[in-house]
């Protein structure tokens, strides 16, 4: 298709009330759709080269988005889609690396169902569509999904649907082996760290009399989720007390000086897997998804944070249900107003 100049697509874009957020509610919207559920919802004839790139099943493979949503053989003795449905995921459920990482049988047909339920608000959007098609100029932006970010941001869901919590933030959410990896590193850092510590508040105290009442040094060694600012508390304030204090200044100084370029350091070395919350982010639309697979989710895990977690909850009993179904019932009106619109150019190029 053609390819518009992307400021002007911006411009183009927002004039017909497309958000910042199209490409991430796209790309969630269209995932895990197959040509039997373009035909079904939207376009009966709709072709096998339909361009609505998805998420490949087969999280195996290193094509991890498809160019376009396949055809999956829905078993048509079924007659309604439900049960169509439900059969693509019990005849898969045994196999490992197809999915959804991490989900058990009933949590895999939950959102199986809930994608169904947001194809079927998606109909009367697009049938909108059909009696006041958008211009050709706003379907061009819309259909440029290289540049318009919705490639990308479906790479991304497929490397959170394949390692749960990549992208949390929270290592101890982090189920790669990589995570696992930065948690011993952690472990490791906080136990030098504890021992440097240690040491330091000794110097205070032999420098210039104060007790150390404030901290307490063995949280470092107890602490899974360090916090800067206890961090801050626990060292950097008794800094602050120090320096407030009329001790000798020649013995003093030269002693809290060469504390905090050492903790300063040590604290800067360690930060990148183990004190801080701080985040690289770089922006999604310039991250490199080629290359070794463990390469790729280390960067991604620091460079893509966006809190996503693994599981908020699991669907194993009446409190679980709970929060999967308050969840399934939020559908933002712009992501379904602008996948309708996506769906529309895309299924009806001219």
């Known amino acids: 298709s053609r390819s518009t100049d992307e400021d002007e697509c911006r411009v183009v874009m927002r004039d017909a009330n497309i958000t910042d957020k199209f490409a991430k509610l796209v790309a969630h919207r269209i995932h895990s759709l197959t040509t039997e559920d373009l035909r079904y919802y939207f376009k009966s004839d709709a072709s096998e080269e339909n361009n609505v790139p998805t998420v490949n099943f087969n999280l195996s493979s290193p094509d991890r988005v498809l160019p376009n949503a396949p055809l999956y053989g829905y078993d048509t003795n079924f007659t309604t889609i439900g049960l169509q449905h439900l059969d693509l995921v019990l005849r898969h459920m045994d196999r490992e690396n197809w ?136 060292v950097y304030e008794i ?44 922006p999604l639309q310039t991250f490199d998804f080629d290359g070794n697979e463990e390469d790729v989710v280390s960067r991604a895990s620091e460079e893509l944070v966006d809190g996503i977690k693994a599981f908020t909850a699991r669907l194993v009993n009446e409190e679980g249900w709970a929060a999967w179904r308050d969840d399934a019932k939020k559908m933002d009106k712009s992501g379904q107003y602008e996948t309708a619109m996506f769906l529309y150019c895309i299924l009806n190029e001219k």
């Open 99 to 234: 999915g959804l990482t991490g989900y058990n049988v009933l949590e895999l047909i939950t959102h199986r169902f809930h994608m169904a339920e947001m194809w079927t608000g998606l109909q009367t959007i697009y049938r909108s569509f059909e009696k006041a098609r958008p211009s050709e100029e706003v379907c061009t932006c819309l259909k440029d999904t290289e540049k318009n970010g919705i490639l990308q941001s479906l790479k991304l869901l497929a490397l959170q649907i394949k390692y749960p919590g990549i992208t949390s933030g929270n290592r101890a959410d982090d189920k790669t082996d990589a995570g696992k990896n930065k948690q011993l590193v952690k472990v490791e850092a906080l136990e030098k760290l504890n021992k440097l510590l240690i040491k330091d508040l000794g110097e205070y105290i032999e420098a210039t009399g104060v007790g150390n009442k404030d901290v307490d040094a063995g949280v470092y060694e107890t602490d899974d989720e360090p916090d800067t600012g206890v961090y801050k508390t626990g």
């Open 239 to 282: 800094y602050d007390q120090l320096e407030k204090r009329n001790a000798d200044a020649g013995v003093y100084h030269e002693a809290v000086s060469t504390v905090k370029k050492r903790n300063a350091e040590v604290y800067k070395r360690n930060s990148r897997d183990v004190l801080v919350k701080e985040q690289k982010n770089i």
